[in-house]
């Protein structure tokens, strides 16, 4: 019986991102077009209202647009917008926190009303119905991004009951079921490997692109991609306690770890803002006592000015939302934060050191070089190679069969694998070794 030992070496590892395309050339209305849509159709309506009423002010275009008919006019096109601040002003006070921008906002704009600055007051209440809307788009896209980058959550478990393999919700496995996991899925639950050995892309969990190949007895994650053959593994752990479920809650709630930056500005804005309202007050009244022609309207105006220029929506909004900005922006190219402390952490890093397997490199191996110590030629070996490893699915047997060998294409016969040490087979009357790389 004659022998060949054949071991290949650098088998260079290249990133494969996976990526597909959704577009398959329909053009329909999905349900979040048709909800982001009725989102600023409030905004929508109280813009076109207020052109209307400020065309209609400037040409005096109709004659009995005053009066009632006009506070009318401006009162509908300010509710849209106006009235969900103020119902959120409201239930801060109710939970006493009085000062809010939303509780500011109010008290600017209904006061533009009272003096009867009406477009004023539906102008101002629109801009900052539009400003919250582009903040909730920017954290709505930042939270897409960060979903999509962990869209490995499994779905579905074939678990073992009543002597079939029935399709549940991974939620309602119980720990020390069998569950099966099928080529090309991923394992619902953590668990024990029950088969005699298994081959899994561990990427999503540990970010290396080199496939696992796990004997039985060993330890299968959640979150794992099953590569070759059907499987069955013995559940250790809940659903809710798997290592993908730790990584997912972990990371969705990052932005509750806040930066230093953005609990300063909490404790600030809740010094600030009540300082702000009191200078209004004191703008407004104050003036009686040194000025000759006090006019109370006029310092009211002047207040409600002040007290809009003054809000603290561009600290208190901007600054969180930049950091869940950059959060999203992050997910969107591969990489998780923990936390917002952990951005500022990065402005002062000047040297990274990584591992270069699936970070600056792919995920599809291929081969780079063949080094050929047997008596064959290099065409000869590699027709060889590829007639044993044509009947293996390993990635790295896919690689080698990508190779383009010289010559007639040579039968495998007897092939057999060999658990953790290679292929063995037959080819034109000599058998062969496949032994992997200790």
Request: glycine share 8%.
């Amino acid at each position: 019986m004659k022998k060949k030992k054949v071991n290949l070496r650098d088998l260079d590892s290249k990133n494969h991102k996976g990526e597909h395309s959704h577009d398959d050339g329909h053009n329909h209305s999905s349900p979040d077009e048709v909800s982001n849509f009725k989102t600023y159709l409030p905004a929508i309506f109280s813009f076109v209202m207020l052109m209307i009423g400020i065309a209609v002010d400037y040409f005096d275009a109709i004659s009995f647009f005053k009066g009632w008919v006009r506070i009318v006019w401006y009162t509908i096109a300010y509710i849209p917008v106006g009235f969900p601040v103020i119902k959120e002003g409201w239930n801060s006070i109710k939970n006493g926190d009085f000062f809010t921008e939303f509780f500011l906002m109010s008290i600017a704009t209904l006061g533009a009303f009272a003096i009867g600055e009406y477009p004023e007051g539906v102008a101002v209440m629109l801009f900052y119905a539009v400003g919250e809307l582009f903040q909730q788009a920017a954290v709505n896209r930042a939270k897409g991004n960060i979903k999509a980058l962990l869209d490995v959550r499994p779905n579905e478990a074939l678990v073992s009951r009543n002597g079939d393999f029935i399709s549940v919700n991974p939620e309602t496995v119980a720990i020390g079921e069998k569950i099966q996991v099928r080529v090309g899925e991923k394992v619902p639950l953590d668990g024990i490997l029950l088969s005699d050995k298994g081959s899994f892309n561990t990427a999503a969990l540990t970010g290396e692109s080199k496939p696992d190949t796990l004997q039985k007895g060993a330890s299968v994650f959640a979150g794992s991609i099953n590569l070759d053959g059907v499987i069955e593994v013995e559940t250790t752990k809940e659903f809710k306690d798997s290592s993908i479920a730790r990584i997912l809650d972990m990371v969705q709630n990052a932005t509750a770890r806040k930066s230093k930056t953005e609990l300063f500005i909490r404790k600030f804005a809740r010094i600030y803002t009540p300082i702000v309202v009191f200078l209004a007050i004191g703008l407004t009244l104050l003036p009686y006592f040194f000025v000759d022609d006090y006019v109370f309207r006029d310092w009211l105006y002047r207040a409600l000015i002040f007290l809009v220029i003054s809000c603290p929506c561009a600290l208190v909004i901007s600054i969180p939302l930049g950091y869940f900005g950059g959060l999203g922006a992050a997910s969107r190219n591969g990489i998780l934060f923990k936390g917002a402390s952990f951005l500022d952490a990065m402005t002062k890093v000047n040297t990274v050191v990584m591992d270069k397997t699936g970070t600056v490199t792919k995920g599809v191996f291929k081969i780079k070089e063949v080094v050929n110590s047997s008596t064959f030629a290099e065409s000869e070996f590699m027709q060889y190679l590829m007639a044993i490893e044509e009947q293996s699915t390993h990635p790295i047997a896919k690689a080698i069969l990508e190779y383009k060998a010289e010559g007639a294409d040579f039968e495998a016969t007897d092939v057999s694998e060999v658990a953790g040490k290679g292929l063995k087979g037959t080819v034109n009357g000599k058998q062969f070794w496949l032994a992997t790389k200790p």
